[in-house]
């Protein structure tokens, strides 16, 4: 596991606040993960014989064919949601951000999590909450409506966006992932004519995409990419504005 640094160079142990786990081992973070192995907390694929079927293993267990972080919104108004819908579904995926950018680690990174087909073997899942129709908006969290692209036809529609708190988080979360997995590219989806982050299936794209980069179903609109854009332009530390 020399290619997973314990402490990754952008962070100082004072700014380490929580622990991802990969292969049992747990790798420091600057952000809190509650896991799998919190019984009050957590939330498990690995735990409960009606969900073994949710996940399996990776061709390369070592986790050096992961190449790609795969953004996902979960249409649900929680991660517990999230997670008893994946699970009923026979679903998985190995992050989850909740509305207040709490992240939950229900699978270890290591398993191949099932959410984007031909990507799963090579990628890292995150459900971000979002129950995305506009007439659930919530005026304790507001969230703000915004309109994004209809994956191959470009009409727009409205939806919910994402918290500022979660917005933070997916970048603190892909980009702490980036530099412990060597092989995930910091790199998006290429541009379209219209200047805009492509949200059509690129098959054998490596970096960081959307679901309907992988499958050609509705992903997480478009209000992520000029954030993660920014963030991509420079090193860490980093500073975001939204």
């Known amino acids: 596991m020399d290619y997973i640094p314990v402490v990754t160079p952008f962070l100082s142990e004072s700014e380490s606040k929580g622990q991802l786990i990969f292969d049992g081992t747990k790798i420091e973070v600057p952000f809190n993960v509650i896991n799998f ?67 939950y680690q229900p699978l270890d990174i290591k398993y191949k999590s099932f959410h984007a087909l031909s990507f799963n073997n090579r990628s890292i899942s995150i459900q971000i909450a979002n129950p995305v129709d506009a007439s659930k908006a919530d005026s304790e969290i507001g969230r703000k409506i915004i309109t994004s692209r209809q994956p191959g036809t470009n009409e727009t529609f409205e939806h919910l966006d994402f918290t500022f708190e979660q917005k933070v988080r997916v970048i603190e979360v892909v980009e702490t992932l980036c530099e412990l997995f060597k092989r995930i590219p ?15 299936q690129i098959p054998d794209f490596t970096g960081v995409c959307a679901h ?31």
């Open 37 to 103: 192995e919190d019984d009050e907390r957590g939330y498990s694929f690995t735990k409960g014989e009606h969900w073994k079927d949710c996940f399996t293993n990776r061709t390369d267990p070592t986790g050096r064919g992961i190449n790609t972080i795969v953004l996902h919104w979960d249409v649900c108004e929680s991660s517990e949601q999230c997670f008893q819908a994946l699970c009923s579904r026979q679903l998985s995926n190995h992050l989850m951000i909740d509305t207040d950018g709490q992240v």
């Open 212 to 242: 309907y980069n992988c499958c050609g179903a509705l992903g997480p609109g478009d209000s992520l990419w000029p954030i993660l854009q920014e963030s991509f332009r420079n090193r860490p530390p980093y500073a975001i504005r939204f």
């Open 186 to 200: 910091r790199r998006l989806p290429p541009l379209d004519n219209d200047g805009l982050i492509s949200n059509a």
